[in-house]
């Protein structure tokens, strides 16, 4: 059974940092690209960013290119997501996602999601 556990979440202040991390297990993940999604109450999964397998290639949404930064060391089951100037609207679940195919932008092109973990921005 596939797992995908993120942590480091929790209540941060804005104008702070984070730093989000996911560790995948249950099968070998070798070749599949990683990365995350967020959900606010209400609206779809939204897409973050992406990385490939060896960690030559990352995709952001347009949004995202200048305080999120994904990254794995290459090879790894493992991804990150720092968040910079974090600001009240980056408040989500955010989800660590994995496929083989990296990194499209809907969710529905990813097959394995975490149980998602929570990021609230005070202001």
């Known amino acids: 059974q596939v797992h995908l556990v993120e942590s480091g979440g929790g209540l941060v202040q804005a104008g702070g940092s984070l730093n989000l991390s996911c560790s995948a297990s249950g099968r070998t993940f070798e070749n599949y690209g990683m990365g995350w999604f967020r959900q606010v109450p209400g609206r779809g999964r939204e897409f973050v960013a992406g990385i490939s397998w060896t960690g030559a290639r990352t995709e952001y949404a347009d949004s995202k290119k200048d305080r999120f930064l994904v990254s794995r060391v290459r090879g790894s089951s493992a991804v990150s997501l720092q968040i910079s100037s974090l600001r009240p609207e980056d408040t989500a679940k955010y989800y660590c996602?994995?496929?083989?195919?990296?990194?499209?932008?809907?969710?529905?092109?990813?097959?394995?999601w975490g149980q998602g973990i929570q990021v609230t921005v005070s202001s």
């Open positions: 996602v994995a496929d083989r195919v990296c990194c499209r932008d809907y969710p529905g092109a990813w097959t394995d």
